[in-house]
């Protein structure tokens, strides 16, 4: 069964540091997405991408964030100048996209620690 | 904004026993809701959905209800197992965002 991948599982990083978070959407899939966690709290929606642009972001997606697809597969997101409360759990999903399918597929996670 | 959440942020249930994890919603507008299922370490898996024509709608060992009236719905997982264990969230699509509620925490006891 086709899954969403991401990379690194765990992530550690200095205060101030850029991190590039990776994910590897399901093929065939149209619209890709990046959500947060921080520990013991709710998903938290960052930013919706489709056809090679941002269709929606939320308040937390500041200038610090960006997000860019560079070929095919990938699906990363960028943030510039990490902060301490940048801490948390970052997932990537990816939806079909047609008509009757609003299901999006959640990869596993990446766990960013900044220190 | 939107406002989606759940009644009780965790639930134990006897193995066998059924389970019922409700979610409040403010958007009466909304007409599409998901439940999903994190366990420990694991991104959110989907489980159900439901849309606002519907009342009711049944999968393997899982029912959503969705009372629009009071802007409320549960899922029910029948003959709780073990491997039910996890936090398990509505979501409410919005555009092409997705508002998570907070999560109720199932734990299933042996």
Redo the contacts between chains.
């Keep these: 069964e086709p899954e969403v991948t991401q990379t690194p599982s765990h992530q550690v990083t200095q205060m101030g540091q850029e991190v590039i978070l990776r994910c590897v959407p399901i093929s065939n899939h149209l619209y890709f997405y990046w959500y947060r966690q921080i520990l013991g709290q709710k998903v938290e929606f960052l930013v919706s991408f489709y056809n090679n642009e941002i269709s929606e972001k939320s308040e937390i997606f500041d200038d610090q964030f960006s997000v860019e697809r560079p070929d095919g597969s990938n699906f990363t997101l960028k943030i510039r100048s990490t902060k301490l409360e940048d801490s948390a759990m970052y997932f990537c999903a990816s939806r079909l996209g047609l008509a009757g399918y609003n299901e999006q597929f959640f990869g596993p996670g990446t766990r960013l620690t900044v220190l | 904004g939107e406002s989606v959440g759940l009644h009780l942020p965790t639930l134990s249930v006897q193995e066998g026993d059924n389970s019922i994890i409700n979610c409040a919603y403010s958007n009466s507008a909304s007409d599409?809701f998901?439940w999903?299922k994190?366990e420990s370490?694991?991104?959110?898996?989907?489980i159900i959905?439901i849309r606002s024509n519907m009342d009711k709608r049944q999968g393997q060992r899982v029912t959503v209800l969705l009372n629009k009236t009071v802007k409320h719905l549960s899922l029910q997982i029948a003959a709780t197992q073990p491997g039910d264990s996890a936090v398990y969230?509505c979501a409410e699509?919005t555009?092409?965002?997705?508002?998570?509620?907070?999560?109720t925490s199932l734990t299933v006891i042996p």
Aim: proline letters at 9%.
């Design positions: 599409y998901i999903y994190q370490g694991k991104g959110p898996q989907f959905d969230f699509p555009g092409n965002q997705f508002y998570f509620g907070t999560g």
